[in-house]
T-cell receptor, first 115, second 109 residues
Framework: TQLLEQSPQFLSIQEGENLTVYCNSSSVFSSLQWYRQEPGEGPVLLVTVVTGGEVKKLKRLTFQFGDARKDSSLHITAAQTGDTGLYLCAGPLTSTQGGSEKLVFGKGTKLTVNP | NAGVTQTPKFRVLKTGQSMTLLCAQDMNHEYMYWYRQDPGMGLRLIHYSVGEGTTAKGEVPDGYNVSRLKKQNFLLGLESAAPSQTSVYFC????????FGPGTRLTVL
């Protein structure tokens, strides 16, 4: 079974601080996705990383896919209160038939940015 | 485009009652999914569909049934609700990345 472990589980920081959250697996993934979920809402896709070693930037958010495609990280620079939410990583789950229509999700990192 | 919509947003049931959750998407996606989200457990896949008229079991299918009679709709049924089914339910549709609805918060007393 492909599993994604996210750390830390909870993170509480002050506005303006930097932070990094991690998504790790013992399995190789063809790609990884990052979602953000705000309280009372559904997850929203932030980015998909596909190539080992790839770095993608979304304003103050930097996403990196590990060289071996087993892990990913999300770094936030100068966090703002609007960054508060649950950050989920997800990867395609390969079925026995070879399809990848399902995703496996990590349990998430709950980030709180205090003013 | 409304994206993915879910009805109802909230519901309280008594043990043994039945109900149907409706998911609709207007993006012409083939794949649709039902998840439940519980504290400390993350998102767990209940059932999914890879196209109109098809359904398949996910990680936690027991106690739930689904139907995909039309491409744009995916229904999740609880035949006899149990307190263990108290959760937040999310529907998603996908070409590859998943687009989620706003969720249904269900409480079973």
């Amino acid at each position: 079974t492909q599993l994604l472990e996210q750390s830390p589980q909870f993170l509480s920081i002050q506005e303006g601080e930097n932070l990094t959250v991690y998504c790790n697996s013992s399995s190789v993934f063809s790609s990884l996705q990052w979602y953000r979920q705000e309280p009372g809402e559904g997850p929203v896709l932030l980015v998909t990383v596909v190539t080992g070693g790839e770095v993608k930037k979304l304003k103050r958010l930097t996403f990196q896919f590990g060289d071996a495609r087993k892990d990913s990280s999300l770094h936030i620079t100068a966090a703002q209160t609007g960054d508060t939410g649950l950050y989920l990583c997800a990867g395609p789950l390969t079925s026995t038939q070879g399809g990848s229509e399902k995703l496996v999700f990590g349990k998430g990192t709950k980030l709180t940015v205090n003013p | 485009n409304a994206g993915v919509t879910q009805t109802p947003k909230f519901r309280v049931l008594k043990t043994g009652q039945s109900m149907t959750l409706l998911c609709a998407q207007d993006m012409n996606h083939e794949y649709m999914y039902w998840y439940r989200q519980d504290p400390g457990m993350g998102l767990r896949l209940i059932h999914y569909s890879v196209g109109e008229g098809t359904t398949a079991k996910g990680e936690v299918p027991d106690g739930y049934n689904v139907s995909r009679l039309k491409k744009q709709n995916f229904l999740l049924g609880l035949e006899s609700a149990a307190p263990s089914q108290t959760s937040v339910y999310f529907c998603a549709s996908s070409p590859r990345e998943q687009f989620f609805g706003p969720g249904t918060r269900l409480t079973v007393l």
